[in-house]
């Protein structure tokens, strides 16, 4: 499979802005920010003016926008997730030398030269390090644990195969599997903070059945980025409690859907999987029902306005 060139200017970088001031976060991130586009999203509920230095090529979007549609070393995170979206994935025979077509690596013995050309990768998930992504229950009995361990390695999540994914450090192909990444499932009491909801888990399920389906794939590993925010676990866990119950029939539900050949395309997917949600999971619990809705009206938003014409 051919590598495919990205251009700077193909390059979306979108960006949750829940404080006002970023001034200090945008300057961290300089040198690599200022050779894409950002988008940046402002919390609903933040009511003060966003300070944002210049020197960037910036579209904010507020609540206004959202009615009109109804330490250590410098790592190139972007970079990073643009290498592992253009070259390809091996979802369907795991090679225990992590990703092959990094430079220094390869494909082992026993690897069938059949599937060594791979497959595309829509979805590249990179790690946090200091406070990784845990749970509120890990935190509160491991408030000191901190991840400190960078593991330079690539690799393809194999096909079939489930993963939690957070909506912070991610980058993917907006033409093949943007309609998927929608935060459909909003838990009644969930907090502002982004380890106190369960809607980018349950978008990631929703991502990685689709590219099963399509035959695309999905990394994870680098890049790499500091975290350093956190909340109080105990109140957290109030939060995410609902959640966490919840995934014990949603990991079961994403495991065993299957997509009829007719889902050609990544719309078609999220529509067969909201009915799906509503047949299966709706009278288990309303959050269900009410997630397949989400999904149903933002299809049909997403093939009304368009995905855009950029690609990543």
Not at 14 to 32: C, K
Not at 113 to 120: A, E, K, P, Y
Not at 205 to 227: A, E, F, I
Not at 300 to 306: H, I, N, P, V
Request: proline share 5%; glycine share 6%; net charge negative.
């Amino acid at each position: 499979m051919s590598v495919v060139n990205i251009k700077d200017s193909d390059v979306d970088i979108v960006i949750g802005a829940l404080n006002s001031d970023l001034t200090q976060f945008m300057n961290e991130w300089r040198s690599i920010f200022s050779q894409f586009h950002l988008i940046i999203v402002k919390d609903p509920d933040l009511n003060e003016e966003l300070k944002i230095p210049e020197g960037f090529n910036i579209d904010v979007y507020t609540k206004s926008h959202m009615d009109q549609d109804e330490k250590g070393f410098l790592v190139d995170a972007v970079e990073q997730h643009i290498v592992n979206l253009t070259t390809p994935a091996t979802p369907l025979f795991f090679n225990t030398l992590y990703d092959p077509y990094r430079e220094g690596a390869d494909f082992v013995r026993g690897y069938p030269f059949s599937l060594r050309n791979g497959v595309t990768c829509a979805l590249s998930c990179g790690l946090w390090l200091n406070l990784a992504d845990l749970d509120a229950p890990t935190q509160a009995l491991k408030p000191g644990q901190r991840n400190s361990r960078y593991v330079d390695a690539v690799m393809t999540v194999p096909a079939r195969a489930m993963m939690p994914i957070s909506g912070i450090n991610i980058a993917f192909n907006r033409e093949l599997v943007g309609p998927t990444l929608l935060p459909a499932l909003r838990l009644a009491g969930e907090g502002k903070l982004r380890w106190e909801t369960m809607e980018d888990i349950w978008s990631g399920m929703c991502v990685k059945v689709v590219c099963d389906h399509l035959g695309l794939g999905v990394k994870s590993g680098l890049p790499y980025v500091w975290r350093k925010d956190r909340g109080n676990a105990i109140e957290s866990l109030k939060k995410e409690w609902e959640g966490m119950k919840l995934m014990e029939e949603v990991v079961p539900f994403f495991q065993s859907v299957r997509l009829p050949q007719t889902a050609a395309t990544a719309e078609d997917c999220v529509v067969e999987i909201a009915n799906a949600v509503k047949q299966q999971l709706g009278p288990i619990d309303p959050v269900f029902s009410r997630a397949a809705e989400a999904m149903s009206e933002w299809v049909k938003l997403w093939k009304s306005l368009g995905s855009g014409s950029s690609s990543l």
